[in-house]
C-alpha cells in the first residue's frame, strides 16, 4: 500500500486515474439492480419442474420425429438425385460416344471434300491446258492460212509487175 501511495504522489496522473476508476467500480455496484428471484419463487420453479419436464420431454420427442422424418426425407432425395445423376451420366458417355463418332464422320467428310477439291483443281487445270492448246492450234493454223494468203497476194503482185498487169 505504501508503494501505491508512494507511486500516485509521485505522477499525479495515474492518481487521477487510479480515483476515477474506483468511482465507476462503487457506481456499477450501486446501480445494479438487485435479483428478482426471491426464495418462493425457487421453490415454484423446483415444484413446477415435472411438469416442465413432461413438456420438454413431449417437445424432444416431436423435434426427433421431425428430425427423423427430415432424415428419411433427405436420404430419399440423396437417392433420387443418386438416381437423377447416374441417369445423367449414362446419358452422357452416349452422347461423347455419338460425339466421336460424328467427329470421326466429320473427318472422314473433311478428307473427301479435300480430295474433292483437289480434283476438281486437276480438272480445271487440265480444262485450262486443253483450251489453250486448242487455241495455239487454232491460232497456229489461222496463222498459217494468213501466212499462205499473203504469200499469194505477194505471189499474185509480184506477177502483175512482172507481166505488166495483165489479167487473164
Not at 464422320?105 to 480438272?123: F, G, I, M, P, V
Request: with cysteine.
Amino acid at each position: 500500500m505504501k508503494l501505491i501511495r508512494e507511486f500516485a504522489a509521485s505522477h499525479p496522473i495515474w492518481n487521477m486515474a487510479l480515483l476515477i476508476a474506483t468511482a465507476v467500480m462503487c457506481s456499477a455496484f450501486l446501480l445494479a439492480e438487485p435479483a428478482q428471484a426471491g426464495l418462493i419463487d425457487r421453490l415454484q420453479d423446483i415444484y413446477k419442474a415435472p411438469d416442465k419436464l413432461e413438456e420438454i420431454q413431449s417437445e424432444y420427442n416431436q423435434a426427433k420425429e421431425e428430425l427423423n422424418r427430415q432424415t428419411e426425407q433427405f436420404a430419399a432425395e440423396r437417392e433420387e438425385m443418386q438416381q437423377q445423376t447416374e441417369a445423367l451420366m449414362g446419358r452422357n458417355e452416349a452422347l461423347a460416344a455419338r460425339n466421336e463418332s460424328l467427329a470421326s464422320q466429320n473427318a472422314a467428310l473433311l478428307e473427301r471434300l479435300d480430295q474433292a477439291e483437289r480434283e476438281k483443281e486437276k480438272k480445271a487445270a487440265l480444262t485450262r491446258k486443253i483450251v489453250l492448246t486448242a487455241v495455239t492450234i487454232l491460232g497456229l493454223g489461222m496463222a498459217y492460212f494468213l501466212s499462205i494468203r499473203m504469200w499469194r497476194f505477194t505471189a499474185w503482185r509480184r506477177h502483175q509487175r512482172l507481166t505488166g498487169g495483165q489479167s487473164r
